[in-house]
């Protein structure tokens, strides 16, 4: 082989790895929300690509029809806010004796219901949105990237401290952690379960809605893009061991990843066989995920 | 006549068809420590789990300082000042032992946060060696101290023990009898559920025994002692 040839090899390797992160950043923030929300309440959460696609479309249509950004923004993450809230309020709070397996299902016919209301409003059609700066490229071993990227790959990063600083050094963060670990003994110290599982699904729809909300000038959203999206960031969350919000977040830039190379080695069509073949691979021999290297002990 | 601390009367409760307690009558006065004594099965938890609010009792009353607690959801009964120490301790594993007294306190000034946590620290020194050490690493003995602190940050007026000796070496539950009976105080009483007699015995001033879901002897404790179905069944004969 020669010198030129494996420069270049490196260089597609590198700009893999570069797409590959980049992408993974958006199902790293779908994945920060579904870990959160199972970790304080033991549901996994198959709306939270909805909550994605609700905010990306809120903020692309209030944009493009002339507001700020900035206004935009608030505008998403509100209407998104208010919605995980709802789904909680109305959906998962009246249902919480039938136990957390049957609480996913209901999860799976509010992302439903979500696709369809978003499909009444907002129509089929994609809703696109400018990138944050004008004319910003950048170009990195030999890849030309969007800026948008490393607004994405912030956001991801921010939205992953704010959630670690919020479990751990916050009183409602430590009372959400006691409340995962114990129900019972938490309900005993005067906690409300219901109230953490509000809060966590409010956080939890907000990350979304920031997700949604950076994303929008990359892949246009429309209606339906929150269902792949949700499972690729469950995936980013098994990978990352549903435990912790750096977990979810490698789990979401190795799916990218993988996502990357495969569609670049092999071929697009393969790809989300690939990336699913993955989550089923990490269920069957790691279900505590592939960070969980020894458990808690529990007495 | 002044209401006792926790006035039980003609308590039943239970679980679905079962009905575990058929008409239960104690009292808790305060800075008194007072035991349960009975076999497993006998109901004992039952009636912690009813004055707690995990059980609803599906006749009787339950008062605490005079007022009606039994329609009362648990977390308004933990805010009225029951505090729970259940049985096999139930420290939060992950979180640490600071956080877990935190957890206790939650809703104080931090003033009286402040001081609640210097007296539990003062009272169990080995859990202020181990403050930002992982609840679940503790030993037994010592998440027990942590169980009873987190209780104790709470400024409880009636806390509930549920079999604090099971599971701990002879040493270790000499240690957690000795804390357990300095707990009661001015303004606080302990109900103490104990399936080993010797060390509610040792704790207690004044104890009931629950046999198959109905009192059948109560008083103070060294005449229990002398109790010939207490000797029988529940002290070791020599």
Known sequence: ?299 | MIEPLLRVTGLVAGYGRIEALHGVDLVVNTSEVVCLIGRNGAGKSTLLKSIAGLVRPRRGQILLDGREIGGWPVQRRARAGVATVPEGRHVFAPLSVHDNLLLGGRGQPAGMLAASLDDVYTRFPRLAGRRRQAAGTLSGGEQQMLAIGRALMAGPELILLDEPSLGLAPRVMAEVAEIISALAGAETGVLLVEQNAEVAFRVARRGYLLERGRISASGPTRVLRGNARVREAYLSKD
């Open chain 1, 1 to 299: 082989m020669s010198e030129r040839r494996r420069g270049e090899l490196v260089d597609a390797a590198l700009s893999y790895v570069l797409i590959g992160l980049a992408d993974g950043s958006t199902y790293a923030v779908a994945g920060l929300g579904i870990s959160l929300l199972y970790q304080v309440t033991g549901i996994i959460n198959f709306a939270q690509g909805d909550f994605v696609m609700l905010g990306g479309i809120t903020y692309a249509v209030t944009a493009g029809a002339g507001a700020p950004k900035i206004a935009a923004a608030v505008l998403a993450l509100t209407v998104t806010a208010g919605v995980g809230a709802l789904m909680h309020v109305a959906v998962l709070a009246p249902a919480r004796k039938a136990g957390p397996d049957r609480l996913i299902i209901l999860t799976i016919g509010a992302s439903l219901l979500l696709q369809g209301v978003a499909l009444m409003v907002f129509g089929a059609e994609q809703h696109p949105a400018e990138p944050f700066q004008e004319n910003g490229e950048l170009r990195l071993f030999g890849t030309f990237l969007s800026s948008q990227y490393l607004w994405c790959a912030g956001a991801t990063l921010l939205a992953a401290v704010a959630v670690w600083l919020l479990l751990h050094r916050t009183g409602w963060g430590r009372a959400m952690r006691a409340t995962a670990a114990d129900r019972e003994m938490a309900r005993l110290m005067g906690l409300s379960p219901l109230r953490m599982g509000l809060m966590a699904m409010v956080v939890a729809a907000l990350l979304a809605g920031l997700g949604g909300i950076v994303l929008a000038p990359l892949q246009p959203p429309d209606p339906t893009v929150g269902v792949p999206l949700g499972l690729k960031g469950f995936t980013a969350a098994v990978l990352g061991g549903l435990a912790s919000p750096f977990g979810a977040v490698a789990g979401g830039l190795a799916v990218g990843v993988v996502e990357a190379f495969v569609t670049g080695l092999v071929s697009s069509g393969y790809r989300d066989s690939i990336v699913y073949g993955l989550l089923v691979l990490v269920l069957l021999i790691r279900p505590g995920g592939l960070t969980a290297l020894r458990k808690t002990a529990r007495v």
